[in-house]
């Protein structure tokens, strides 16, 4: 299981590492322009990632602008939809507006609100069908 968490707050992406490095290798970017880069290097590579949570509001790329990099993409390597990485997006806010256009355009899998609680995201996980508990 590989994980790609994209978060600016440093608390943050700590406590997704700690809580996914269970089930399998984290690899964390600090801002959407180096998470696309590592999502596109990965792919380059065929190693993918299965989860990718991604915060919304973030420096140099925001998360939607991040997502819609990663879906073109997965689109431009023939990936299908079935075999798409989940991505969960992550806001501070309930920002209704940020998460609906993910949803909409079928991009976003779920959202969590933080903070984020480990169970929480264990149960986002597990309803995405990445791991059991």
């Given amino acids: 299981m590989r994980f790609l968490i994209v978060e600016d707050d440093a608390v943050c992406a700590?406590?997704?590492k700690e809580t996914l490095k269970v089930y399998g290798q984290c690899d964390v970017a600090e801002d959407g322009l180096k998470g696309v880069k590592l999502f596109s290097e990965?792919?380059?590579r065929k190693e993918g990632y299965d989860l990718i949570c991604m915060d919304i509001m973030m420096p140099n790329m925001d998360?939607?602008?991040?997502?819609?990099?990663?879906?073109?993409?997965?689109?431009a390597s023939n990936i299908n939809?079935?075999?798409?990485?989940?991505?969960?997006?992550?806001t501070a806010l309930k920002d209704d507006?940020?998460?609906g256009s993910a949803f909409l355009r079928?991009?976003?899998?779920?959202y969590l609100?933080?903070?984020?609680k480990k169970r929480e995201l264990l149960d986002e996980v597990v309803r995405l069908g990445l791991i059991e508990i």
């Avoid at 998360?63 to 689109?75: H, M, S, W």
């Avoid at 939809?81 to 992550?90: F, G, P, Q």
């Fill in 113 to 116: 609100v933080k903070p984020v």
């Fill in 63 to 75: 998360g939607q602008t991040a997502l819609q990099a990663i879906r073109d993409k997965e689109k």
């Fill in 42 to 44: 990965a792919i380059d």
């Fill in 14 to 16: 700590l406590v997704f």
């Fill in 106 to 110: 079928g991009a976003a899998d779920g």
């Fill in 97 to 99: 507006a940020n998460i």
């Fill in 81 to 90: 939809l079935t075999k798409r990485t989940s991505v969960l997006m992550i």
